[in-house]
Structures are given as structure tokens and as C-alpha cells.
């Protein structure tokens, strides 16, 4: 009886040493475990907001004439909207760019469109939805040169539109901003495949500003999808490092919400930018991601701040804001 008794006590006194030992690395491992499966969590509710079929809702403001899946190209994906307001006449172009982690979205989404096209179409402005190939048939800088040549074939048939071809507005969300981003860094991608200037970009909360540090830091699992492992690649489809003196102005919006930070990426781009004489603000919004897309050209102080910075880069945008009560002076 007293041997079992001592042998009980030997092994209760084996277990609560042994499990003082493990104690920390079990609770770490745990901790993990749970990080691990709140960004998964995080990178599926980031990846559905992103994701969509095309809506055949959309309501027009009156008037508005829809000229559907105009191509740029030979590919099906290679095709663009275009809505055209009632009185066109030297009518300044918002050229617009989905997102969808680079691998899904549409055109036609509701939320890519709609809340736009009743603010900005109802004014005056003629409003382009843009598709490109998608992953893994295009890789993001092959869609950076799609968005390019939709962009030029889009200035090109402005004129027969009634649109003026020198007042366009870059606009792209989420790996859609990070296109528009990437060739407004460098003008030179776009103007080399037949573009004109634009007047400037409005960025729709992208965490891809600096590719570089995303990729080195912890990221979410469809950013080795789009980017890979080559730190040459990063470099080649990173905004920050392909930026150059002479672009032209950005806005960039940022949700304050996010878990990775995208304003810290806006903010850093925005000083670098300042360094090199390009003007480039940030916008913090305390949205969601999705948020950031679809309540844009939503009566409030978030429409007004970007329709702020439109009507900063050109009298005539400027004029047709006014004239809508949208500016005041």
C-alpha cells in the first residue's frame, strides 16, 4: 500500500513538473493556432467581399446610355462598359478598375458601379467599368498592361463618345486600386502602349502599396498566389518602387479598420511621393474594405472629400461639381 502511495505521488509530481514544461509552448502553440485561424477568418471574409457575379440590377440615372463590353482587346476578358450621361458634350471620364485579390470580380458588380454612376453620371461625367484577365491566366503586371490599353482605347474613342480625352480620373478598389496605382507610379507603362495623361488617381484602399514589404511580412495566402516568390517580381509590380517624379496626383483612401494596416502602406507612398514632388494625399476612413467600394458617391463628408480632390485637378470637373451643388465655394 505504501509502495503504490509513493509510486502515485512520484508520478503526480512527474506530471505537474512536466507540465509546467510544456505549459509554455503548449499555450504559444495555441495562440497560433488561434492567429492562424483568425486570418484565415480575416482572408475569407477579405477574399467574399472581393468576390462576385455580374448584377443586372444596376438602376441608370435617366438618360444614361450603357455601351456594353466594348473591347480592347481579343481576349473575353478584355472588355469594358461605358455609361454615357444624358449631355456629354467635353465630358470628363472616370475610368474605373474592379478588384478581387487579382483572380475574380467583374465590371458589372453592383457595388463597383452602382452608388458611382447615380452621383457621377447624373452629373455630367462619363463613367468606365473596365475587366482584365485574370489569375492565374494573368499575372498582375500583364493585368496592369491590360488596364493600360484599355485606358488608351478608351481615350481614343472618347472624342466619339462626346468625351474629352485629357480629363480622364484613374479610379480602381482593392487589387484594382493596386493596378491603377502601379501605372500611375510610372506613366510611362501606360503612355508607352498608346495612353494619354490623366489628370489623377483616385486609390481605393489597397494594402499592395509596397509589394516588397507585404511579401516579407506576414500576408494573407492570395498575395503568394499573385506575386510569388521572386523579390525582383515584388520590386516590378510594387507602386512605391516603380514610383517616379512627374506622375500625377493621387488620392489615396484607406480603411482604418483593417487588421493590415493599408493607410500605413498610403502614408509611406504619400511621403515618398512628396520627396519626388508628386502630390499624393490620404484619405483614412473608418469603413470596411468593401465598405470603402460601394458607399462611394454616397451623400456624406467621404463622397465630398474625394469629389474635393477631383475637382482640384481640373476647372472643368471642378465646373460640373459646382454646377450639381456638389462644390461649394
Known sequence: MLFT??????????????????????????????????SSRQESEFQENESGSPSRGITLPAGTKLLRDIAYG???????????????????????????????????????????????????????????????????????????????????????????????????????????????????????????????????????MDIVRTMQAKHYAFYDKAFGQDPAYWQAASPMHQLKSGAAPFLLVCSSTRPDAPCTQASAFADKASAQGVRAEVLPQALQHSQINELLGTPGAYTGAVEAFMASLDPEVMQRLANSGTIKY
Open 74 to 208: 481579343n481576349d473575353p476578358k478584355q472588355r469594358m462598359d461605358v455609361y454615357l450621361p444624358a449631355q456629354t458634350a467635353g465630358a470628363p471620364v472616370i475610368f474605373m478598375v474592379h478588384g478581387g485579390a487579382w483572380r475574380t470580380g467583374d465590371k458589372a458588380m453592383s457595388r463597383v458601379v452602382q452608388n458611382k454612376l447615380l452621383r457621377w453620371v447624373a452629373r455630367g461625367f462619363v463613367f468606365v467599368s473596365v475587366n482584365y484577365r485574370l489569375l492565374p491566366k494573368a499575372d498582375p503586371l500583364t493585368q496592369a498592361n491590360d488596364v493600360a490599353r484599355a485606358l488608351a482605347t478608351a481615350q481614343a474613342k472618347a472624342a466619339s463618345w462626346g468625351a474629352d480625352p485629357t480629363r480622364f480620373i484613374l479610379m480602381g478598389h482593392s487589387a484594382g486600386a493596386h493596378l491603377i496605382d502601379l501605372l500611375a507610379a510610372d506613366p510611362d507603362k501606360a503612355l508607352k502602349l498608346g495612353a494619354q495623361r490623366w489628370l489623377g488617381a483616385v486609390s481605393l484602399d489597397t494594402a499592395a
Open 5 to 38: 502511495t509513493a509510486r502515485f505521488a512520484l508520478a503526480s509530481l512527474l506530471l505537474a513538473v512536466f507540465s509546467a514544461a510544456e505549459a509554455g509552448p503548449l499555450l504559444d502553440a495555441i495562440k497560433a493556432r488561434r492567429a492562424e485561424h483568425e
